[in-house]
């Protein structure tokens, strides 16, 4: 099957006189006819369901929906994209270890990285992507267990170069694990360029209608975990009775292991009718990805040719620093474009407030155009010199163009230009 099919059919397939629509199963438990019935389950998880803490029959079928998407083995959702990050890294990170992770990431995925993580004695090594390949392999340690970047990366823009990535950390024995929230399985699949291991926050394009906060990991499979240097999946778990993920589950023994071992201690699953949600939104991604990127595209062209407009990010643009990786890596950028206005501050203010169709939120990827001003929302803590350390111009406006008529999106922008001077 083709995306836009996957998106309608994957991961539900009603048999006769059942509902057409994957049903929301509500219950946080399960009926078994005998304790015999009970104690083989929990032998054994996959053969049956327990408890909604760590897997329920709505959230499943969007689970295997995603999986087929990003061409993985399965998938583990989660209550946020954080949580999913955190729960990537900690399946094969333990006190001690270490991993790298590329300095273009979500701002709330540097704070875990580098704050929360650092107190649980898992140390983040940050790279810029434009690192050359040795000073990569300068940071690995021998406790290194992962790699980390973020396809499209959220605010920076820029492409991960997730090929050259792969290579490196294969060549170390580790795995690598891309956030794919931007770009999402229509406009790039991870895994064909060598990621091991997939994680979104579907709380963005997946979900698209600003519904609720989510997130997904998603196993490739493909990854060698008896290597040597993941004794926690080869060597017996001693809170699952001896059992060890390699030799039981094979392919499928990391997300095995992130359902039964943290997912049942940590407890961040969805609630069923979240689920439902996420899968009405799943079900339009492939047709909305391609018109966000379209409108995108033809608002970053007009930015480009704007006077009042000093530069414009967008990966999709010809003369964007990323638009070869784009090009090799994406079939189309999204909806998301990063510009600066001339002026700094003070006109960034006064254009932002002049908008009207777009809307002044903390959030991108919605189904409706929203606007952001790093230097006085999510950036606002820091000083003028911590702003340009990091990339941040006080000019810099983000903006997400959603699936409203461009010409309409086009007008707004025209509005709110015309009120700087
Ligand atoms: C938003 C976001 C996250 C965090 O996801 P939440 O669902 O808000 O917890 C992680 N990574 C990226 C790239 C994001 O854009």
């Keep these: 099957m083709k995306d836009a099919t996957k998106c309608l059919h994957s991961g539900y397939h009603p048999k006769n006189t059942e509902p057409r629509v994957v049903p929301i199963v509500q219950s946080t438990t399960y009926v078994f006819d005998s304790t015999d019935d009970v104690a083989a389950v929990f032998d054994d998880p996959t053969k049956a369901l327990i408890y909604s803490r760590f897997a329920n029959p709505t959230v499943m079928a969007v689970e295997q929906k995603i999986a087929e998407l990003e061409g993985g083995v399965a998938a583990m959702c989660t209550t946020s994209g954080q949580a999913a990050n955190l729960l990537a890294i900690l399946n094969i990170c333990r006190a001690g270890d270490s991993f790298i992770s590329t300095t273009q990431i979500y701002g709330g995925t540097i704070n875990l990285f580098g704050f929360t993580l650092k107190k649980l004695g898992i140390e983040c090594i940050f790279v810029g992507e434009e690192a050359t390949d040795e000073e990569i392999e300068a940071a690995f340690k021998p406790n290194t267990k992962a790699v980390f970047g973020e396809t499209i990366a959220n605010p920076a823009l820029s492409v991960f170069d997730i090929e050259r990535f792969a290579k490196i950390a294969h060549k170390h024995g580790v795995p690598l694990i891309v956030d794919n929230t931007f770009a999402t399985p229509i406009l790039c699949k991870p895994f064909e360029f060598g990621a091991d291991i ?3 926050s579907t709380s963005k394009y997946m979900d698209g209608h600003a519904l609720q906060i989510g997130g997904v990991i998603v196993d490739s499979g493909k990854f060698d975990w008896s290597n040597g240097n993941f004794p926690e999946l080869v060597e017996p778990d001693e809170s699952y009775h001896g059992l060890s993920y390699v030799k039981e589950y094979g392919k499928m023994a990391y997300i095995l292991k992130a359902r039964m071992q943290l997912m049942r201690d940590f407890g961040c699953y969805p609630a069923a009718h979240s689920a439902f949600l996420l899968n009405l939104g799943l079900e ?20 480009e040719a704007n006077d009042k407009v000093e530069s414009v990010m967008y990966p999709g643009l010809e003369n964007d620093k990323c638009h070869a990786l784009a090009k090799k890596y994406l079939k189309g950028c999204s909806g998301v474009i990063t510009f600066v206005i001339k002026g700094g501050k003070a006109n960034a203010v006064k254009f932002m407030d002049a908008l009207s169709l777009a809307s002044n939120e903390v959030h991108v990827a919605d189904i409706r155009t929203c606007v952001l001003h790093p230097a006085s929302e999510t950036h606002r803590q820091l000083t003028d010199e911590q702003l340009v350390a990091a990339g941040i111009n006080s000019g810099m406006v983000r903006f997400s163009v ?20």
């Design 402 to 421: 959603g699936l409203e008529d461009v010409e309409d999106i086009l007008a707004d922008l025209d509005k709110a230009f015309a009120a700087i001077d």
């Design 284 to 303: 339009t991604l492939a047709v909305r990805m391609k018109q966000y990127c379209e409108n995108a595209l033809t608002v970053a062209k007009y930015l």
């Design 198 to 200: 997939v994680t979104h």
